[in-house]
């Protein structure tokens, strides 16, 4: 009754992989229970996170082939294209798509290189506006943004207005180059080498990250995210006190594994460390979590 922060299933967001190269389903290694999906095998994943009242899936995609500039991104009969039909079939809640080149280029940054290996902000913009309509064609109800490039949410805002204006766009104003993302890249097969510094935050900073939102939120974002979660609570405090729109946070691949890690030898209790994570991160400010506990921390909370 006097609880002053509430945790729900309907808070919680399922980030689902679909690998084009697959016959089944296959076990990400570094993220026990967490799994690379079909698109015959992710049907049953969305229904299972409709049953457990999940508020919505982020899908992600790993597709057979890459190139410099991500060409299957935008292809609409792309593994990630059918994979938000497929779940936009099923889904009680909002399909959420990544829309970023980092899984489909064969260098693994987020956007398209120039000749010395820089990345050409620009020139990535013009392939995330037109990846970004792809998605929203095949049933895809929040576009999240997460390639940190400038000028992204306005790009993209620009490129959707004619027929899909109601397609939620959900800007990451907040992502920090971080050590938190290892398994992360085991889930997509990254093809990255060096660090992704010149695009993302740096963790010193913390003032930055106001003005980034800031940004974004003037450009048209519907929604804001702050990602990682748990080592940048302040920062997710800070951007959900300056504005009225929803603010969520990704608990991230390494803060998952990690506590995953410690409780597999005993050293701490998963489930008691799953919920009170997620209550921090509500508590700081996030109005629903993206997490690979949000199908059993929903069981729980039911």
Request: charged share 25%.
């Amino acid at each position: 009754m006097l609880a002053e922060t509430t945790l729900r299933p309907e808070q919680l967001v399922l980030p689902l992989f679909v690998n084009e190269s697959l016959s089944e389903p296959r076990g990400i290694p570094s993220m026990p229970g967490v799994h690379q999906h079909t698109l015959t095998s992710l049907r049953p994943a969305v229904e299972e996170a409709n049953a457990a009242g999940i508020g919505g899936v982020m899908l992600f995609g790993v597709p057979a082939r890459r190139d410099a500039v991500g060409t299957a991104a935008c292809d609409p009969d792309g593994v990630l294209s059918r994979a938000i039909a497929v779940a936009a079939e099923v889904s009680d809640g909002l399909v959420m798509s990544d829309v970023c080149l980092d899984e489909f280029t064969d260098h693994g940054h987020c956007g398209v290189l120039r000749d010395d290996g820089s990345v050409d902000n620009d020139a990535t913009l013009e392939r995330y506006a037109e990846m970004a309509c792809v998605h929203a064609e095949a049933g895809a109800d929040v576009l999240g943004l997460s390639g940190m490039m400038d000028g992204q949410v306005g790009a993209v805002r620009d490129a959707l207005e004619p027929g899909h204006e109601d397609v939620a766009v959900l800007a990451y104003a907040a992502k920090y180059a971080s050590g938190w993302y290892g398994p992360f890249r085991d889930a997509v097969d990254s093809q990255l080498e060096g660090d992704r510094r010149t695009y993302q935050q740096d963790p010193a900073n913390r003032r930055e990250a106001r003005r980034e939102a800031a940004l974004d939120i003037d450009e048209g974002a519907d929604i804001l995210m702050v990602k990682p979660a748990l080592g940048y609570l302040d920062v997710l405090s800070d951007i959900a006190a300056m504005t009225d729109l929803p603010v969520w946070s990704y608990q991230v691949s390494g803060e998952y594994a990690a506590i995953e890690a410690a409780a597999a030898n005993g050293w701490l209790d998963r489930e008691t460390l799953m919920l009170e994570t997620l209550v921090g991160i509500r508590r700081a400010g996030a109005a629903a979590i993206l997490s690979y506990w949000a199908l059993p921390a929903a069981r729980l909370l039911s």
